[in-house]
T-cell receptor, first 115, second 113 residues
Framework: ETGVTQSPTHLIKTRGQQVTLRCSSQSGHNTVSWYQQALGQGPQFIFQYYREEENGRGNFPPRFSGLQFPNYSSELNVNALELDDSALYLC??????????????FGQGTRLTVV | QQQVKQSPQSLIVQKGGISIINCAYENTAFDYFPWYQQFPGKGPALLIAIRPDVSEKKEGRFTISFNKSAKQFSLHIMDSQPGDSATYFCAASMETSYDKVIFGPGTSLSVIP
């Protein structure tokens, strides 16, 4: 196990609702990245938080937002849910402010279904 | 230009055989190429990674071959085992640009006894 925990593991929401996903980073890690993995596809980078500040963003609309807390845990918030938001949402933590060039440890993901 | 292409989409290999997954990229600014392994219900886990100044990297049964001029890299799994059955993703990123991490679409590997 990586030490990165995500909650909840599964979630069903209705189109138009809002959702908050949570991630606890591995001990000693100060960087959290969020990814969206649609069924049968590779993960897509949403954004990264480094020491409580957004440190980069992928091609996702503003209704995807996040927070990082002083203990380096993080939240992903998605407003006005759309059917296409149905996916596995992955959190990855690392020890530096870069997404992948130091090893990033992934959580098991939250499976979000929008109906 | 930001894509990482990956093939095949799925692969069936007999136990003891060699599994080969190929990836290609276009953006020459990429300078880090990791491979991730993902089991059902789990997040991806880093398997092995290479930088373009090296043509080959081997860790146990896993080898990455890198061809900088062709902008291609591949993963070879020697002596494939049923426990290797998983989805494999190649990826690419630029050290100076966190938002340039690109995953390939994945290869579903099944190793049959």
């Amino acid at each position: 196990e990586t030490g990165v925990t995500q909650s909840p593991t599964h979630l069903i929401k209705t189109r138009g609702q809002q959702v908050t996903l949570r991630c606890s980073s591995q001990s000693g890690h100060n960087t959290v990245s969020w990814y969206q993995q649609a069924l049968g596809q590779g993960p897509q980078f949403i954004f990264q938080y480094y020491r409580e500040e957004e440190n980069g963003r992928g091609n996702f609309p503003p209704r995807f937002s996040g927070l990082q807390f002083p203990n380096y845990s993080s939240e992903l918030n998605v407003n006005a849910l759309e059917l296409d938001d149905s996916a596995l949402y992955l959190c990855a933590s690392s020890s530096e402010g870069r997404a992948m060039n130091t090893e990033a440890f992934f959580g098991q993901g939250t499976r979000l279904t929008v109906v | 230009q930001q894509q990482v292409k990956q093939s095949p989409q799925s692969l069936i290999v007999q136990k003891g055989g060699i599994s080969i997954i190929n990836c290609a990229y276009e953006n020459t600014a990429f300078d880090y190429f990791p491979w991730y392994q993902q089991f059902p219900g789990k997040g991806p886990a880093l398997l092995i990674a290479i930088r373009p100044d090296v043509s080959e990297k081997k860790e146990g049964r896993f080898t990455i071959s890198f061809n900088k001029s062709a902008k291609q890299f591949s993963l070879h799994i020697m002596d494939s085992q049923p426990g290797d059955s998983a989805t494999y993703f190649c990826a690419a990123s630029m050290e100076t640009s966190y938002d340039k991490v690109i995953f390939g679409p994945g290869t579903s590997l099944s190793v049959i006894p």
